[in-house]
């Protein structure tokens, strides 16, 4: 779009970000797991932190692919959105850019588990109880991170209740995450639903950024300056290598 | 507010429906169902139909309660709204206002399901399956309308996957509704997140009308003229019994 255009000329001339003209891959929101044909089982993530972190990566002139559940939000300028469902869905949606994408950002809350045996049509259900199985979903954002090239960057998110950030430090590790931002779940200043986030940016060299609270937007912004200055630091020829 | 008051005046001029200053409970919207701190169950339910109900018996005059669930949408205008999230907290909500009101109207998306053990906190998972135990949540109408005084009316909806009418007409038999709206199910015309409906409407004489699709504003209106005819023949001196 024009104004995209714009706003990349705009910023080309105050400094050129390495993520300038770079395939990254974002995914934010919920996912929802259909039970039955009118139920589903779904989470409480707005898709505030992956829209936020979508539309700072554009606007510093990368190619943004947003894949994302259902949420209500607009779709960030010159950010291509993709629309899906589940789980499932979004791992298929996201498989395609895999190979060809130089960042993947996993802000989605993807959910765990899915009804092992969704029903096409309404269940019609007397009992007093009833038991429904769930199988595990894929990891979508593992599954990318431990199969990148050495000139790809992989980043997650921790949703933790706890303030114990070491689950956050795990999952960096298992994942082979390049960074992790450990997200404080508190209802009322940080998480799911709420327009502000109090996050800390682990990096796989153990550096640890902890940001105060601050507006998704800026949150994204913060994010954003650390993965330039990543991707910039992993391919400083990047210029060149187009 | 000043806006109602005109509205109520310009109708009055019109003609003086008979719902005129009387009480009616409106639920509208899905509910969700919490699994643990972060998931829950909910459905498709966009809430649309029951916020179509409760403003078009607003425009006639009536004293509207909306008790709603999770959504996106605007309360209608001279509309009371009481936000609620889980099947139990629209049963407690509705409860308070049993007594005092002249018409239920179920137009909820109620989860007839909520899980036994809800985690406060969010679940750590590592099993390749896991099972959830639900249990039965009450029936909100069926209580309201089994419990009811002959001067108040009960009117429900029943969303069926199938063409066969016959279930809709047990429900209104079962919870002794005035009234119930059969409501096919299908993803493009009728039901669910899409903006118009195909109902069939049925009274408790057995009188059928079937409408034809139109938008949930105009299915409003048509339910609302037939729940004035079923209410003014009920109580035909309702001008001076205020």
Same mark, same amino acid.
């Given at each position: 779009t024009i104004h995209t255009h714009l706003e990349e000329a705009l910023h080309s001339t105050q400094q050129e970000s390495p993520l300038q003209g770079r395939s990254i891959v974002v995914t934010a929101g919920p996912t929802r797991e259909k039970i039955d044909g009118v139920r589903y089982i779904s989470n409480y993530s707005s898709g505030k932190m992956g829209f936020a972190i979508a539309g700072a990566a554009a606007k510093r002139g990368a190619l943004v692919t947003l894949i994302t559940g259902p949420v209500h939000l607009e779709t960030p300028p010159g950010v291509k959105r993709i629309d899906v469902e589940s789980a499932l869905e979004m791992h298929a949606a996201a498989r395609t850019f895999f190979q060809s994408c130089h960042i993947f950002i996993g802000a989605a809350a993807v959910a765990d588990y899915r009804p092992a045996a969704p029903y096409e049509r309404k269940m019609k259900k007397e009992a007093e109880e009833i038991e429904i199985t769930l199988v595990k979903n894929p990891d979508i954002l593992a599954e990318f991170s431990l199969q990148k090239s050495t000139k790809q960057l992989a980043i997650g998110f921790a949703l933790e209740m706890?303030? %114990?950030?070491d689950n956050a430090r795990k999952k960096l590790e298992s994942k082979q995450l390049d960074l992790i931002a450990f997200n404080f779940f508190d209802?009322?200043?940080?998480?799911?639903?709420? %327009?502000?986030n109090i996050l800390t940016l682990i990096e796989r060299s153990g550096k640890t950024t902890e940001l105060p609270q601050l507006t998704k937007h800026d949150a994204a912004e913060r994010l954003l300056e650390v993965i330039e200055k990543q991707y910039g630091s992993k391919s400083p020829l990047h210029k060149n290598s187009r």
């Open positions: 706890q303030s %114990d950030i209802r009322k200043t940080s998480g799911f639903e709420v %327009d502000t």
